[in-house]
């Protein structure tokens, strides 16, 4: 990539990086997305680019078209996962380059390594309580797996961060009574 960068340098040409998946900062979700690569291997990607768009602005660029995409919430994620990830965003002054992160959840396609494991752990449901959880729909994307977090302290907080984004599809609903247990 560094290569390819500098050997623009001359010519009237850039290399435009639209979305980087780093997904996850947590090891144990990046086993499941099975991307072959660690915490330590994501952080130093992030800085590669971002070190690559800083020295080779005319050539290189990351941050025009959208920076980092993330998957912050899975079927598996913890509280102790969730604050870990929002730190490092935090702490690697990552957060406007992280378009979607607090409504970023996991879409389970049929088929996949990752809905067996899903499925294996019982958190595949029918439907989803919240409509705002839905991210195919949200996103125009084909049908997903519906699926339930683990740890159910994790739902109401999720039903709320992902209200806290831009889309406003979901104004409306009713937030707090879905937090507080109200059907």
Do not use: M
């Not at 340098?9 to 690569?37: C, M, S, Y």
């Not at 590669?48 to 990351?62: A, C, T």
């Not at 996962?81 to 396609?109: F, P, Q, T």
């Not at 294996?120 to 519906?146: H, I, K, M, Q, S």
């Amino acid at each position: 990539l560094e290569g390819a960068v500098v050997a623009l340098g001359p010519t009237p040409h850039r290399l435009h990086l639209a979305l980087l998946g780093v997904e996850n900062f947590v090891d144990a979700e990046l086993r499941r997305f099975n991307k072959g690569v660690d915490q330590r291997g994501i952080l130093d990607a992030v800085a590669l680019v971002l070190r690559l768009e800083r020295e080779h602005p005319g050539s290189f660029v990351v941050r025009e078209h959208g920076g980092f995409s993330t998957i912050l919430f899975t079927p598996w994620t913890t509280v102790a996962d969730l604050s870990l990830n929002l730190r490092i965003v935090r702490a690697a002054g990552l957060g406007s380059l992280c378009g979607k992160l607090l409504s970023s959840r996991l879409r389970l396609v049929e088929g996949l390594p990752i809905e067996a494991l899903a499925r294996r752990d019982g958190l595949l449901v029918d439907a989803y309580e919240d409509p705002a959880f839905d991210t195919a729909a949200r996103n125009l994307y084909g049908a997903e797996l519906p699926w339930r977090f683990a740890d159910p302290r994790l739902e109401p907080l999720c039903s709320v961060l992902v209200r806290l984004t831009s889309d406003t599809r979901f104004e409306g609903a009713l937030v707090c009574n879905h937090i507080i247990g109200v059907p």
